[in-house]
Structure formats: C-alpha cells, structure tokens
C-alpha cells in the first residue's frame, strides 16, 4: 500500500522560507514524475513543481526562480525548498507521485494513476 505523508508547512512571514518534505512508504519508484501541488480556497490545484524520472524539473510560473523540487531516493523523500515565500503562495500543499507527465520539460499528462498525500497547509502572512 503507498503511503505518501507531508510535514514542515506552517505559517511564515512574506519573504521567509520554508522547506516541505514528503516521505514515501510502499512505493518503488518508476518511470513517473513525482510533483508539488497546491490548492488554495475556491481555486483548482494546480501543479507547483514536476521531477521527472530522469531528474529534469519543471516549475509553475508563479514559483520559478523561488522554489526547488528535489528528492532523495535512499530517504524515500521529496523536498520542495519555498524561499521569496509570498502571501499568494498560502495553500495546501500535496505531493504526489505516479504523475503521468511528458515532454522535454515535463507537464502533467494526466493523473489518473496518482497517488496523493493529505496535504500541509502553507500560510504567509504580509
């Protein structure tokens, strides 16, 4: 049974940092990406951050240059480093893996086959 679980969200003043980790259990990785997302009140999720199987990242505009996906396969652990953290990134925070994603940068493809932690909220105050 996969098992996905976030930790490190939390409130954080506009301009801070703050590094959210998603530990694994059950899973073996694939030919999948693994991701960020995020959904705020009245609003869709939507991708954060993608890594690919290959290591190539891609990121939301609203993030790019702020954010870093990264993971650490001998923890079994995805990061996303949040620095330049602003009021319009408060949300709930998911990672996911089995993202079915394409390209030379990857974009999702779909996500039937995803798997999803609960979610770590992120609030930034101004």
């Known amino acids: 049974q996969v098992q996905l679980v976030e930790s490190g969200g939390g409130s954080v003043q506009s301009g801070g940092s703050q590094r959210l980790s998603c530990t694994t259990s059950?899973?073996?990785?694939?030919?999948?990406?693994m991701g960020w997302f995020r959904q705020s009140p009245g609003k869709e999720r939507e991708v954060v951050a993608l890594l690919d199987d290959r290591g190539i990242t891609s990121y939301a505009d609203s993030v790019k240059g702020r954010f870093t996906i990264s993971r650490d396969n001998a923890k079994n652990a995805l990061y996303l480093q949040m620095d330049s953290l602003k009021p319009e990134d408060t949300a709930m925070y998911y990672c996911?893996?089995?993202?079915?994603?394409?390209?030379?940068?990857?974009?999702?493809?779909?996500?039937?086959?995803?798997?999803w932690g609960p979610g770590t909220q992120v609030a930034v105050s101004s």
């Open positions: 059950g899973y073996t990785y694939k030919n999948y990406c």
């Open positions: 996911a893996t089995d993202v079915l994603c394409q390209g030379r940068k990857p974009i999702v493809r779909n996500l039937t086959s995803t798997y």
